[in-house]
């Protein structure tokens, strides 16, 4: 009987304490109306792929892929942002941290008519816990990550964590 409750303890215990992946937070949070890209995907991409940032600038300008255009998510203008963007058909990346906010942004463009639009899976955490290079406000490579808040900052396993 005693070996029971420990086995029924165990049990419940790892399921109530039992840490979340980041698919299951991915799927809580979006609904997945736009296709993910992964990291290994889009870094071995021989495409000119446009690659959007949904972060504050804040963020942007702690941390960014290389070339990425900084488009918001606040203060996302899909007017300003579709001005930079001459081809609906060619590849559009948009991440943010996790791939949250990127989800938004990117259904925005889709309604736009963008027909080749891919959300970031795991967004620039991702990107910089697989050992890519992340950059800065000068363009010049950084470890700091701007990691958004202390709640979403445990998915950000490599680089330092800038909150502000």
Partial sequence: MKNKIIYIFLFLSGIIFSQESLSELLKKYNNESIPYISVQELAIQ??????????????YEVSHLKDALYVGYDEFNLKNTT???????????????LGVRSEDIAE???????????????????????????????????????????????WLLKGNKIYD
């Avoid at 021989?46 to 963020?59: G, Q």
């Avoid at 001005?83 to 941290?97: A, E, G």
């Avoid at 697989?130 to 990550?145: G, S």
Wanted: aromatic share 12%; glycine share 4%.
């Fill in 108 to 154: 925005q463009l889709k309604k736009e008519g963008y027909t080749n639009v891919y959300n970031l899976f795991g967004g620039i955490f991702e990107w910089k816990n697989n050992n890519h290079k992340v950059y800065d406000n000068k363009e010049e490579p950084t470890e700091n990550v701007h990691a958004f808040s202390k709640k979403w900052s445990k």
């Fill in 46 to 59: 021989k495409t000119d792929a446009i690659l959007l940032d949904a972060r504050e600038l804040k963020e």
């Fill in 83 to 97: 001005k930079q963007l001459n081809n609906k058909d060619q590849m559009i990346v948009v991440y943010c941290s």
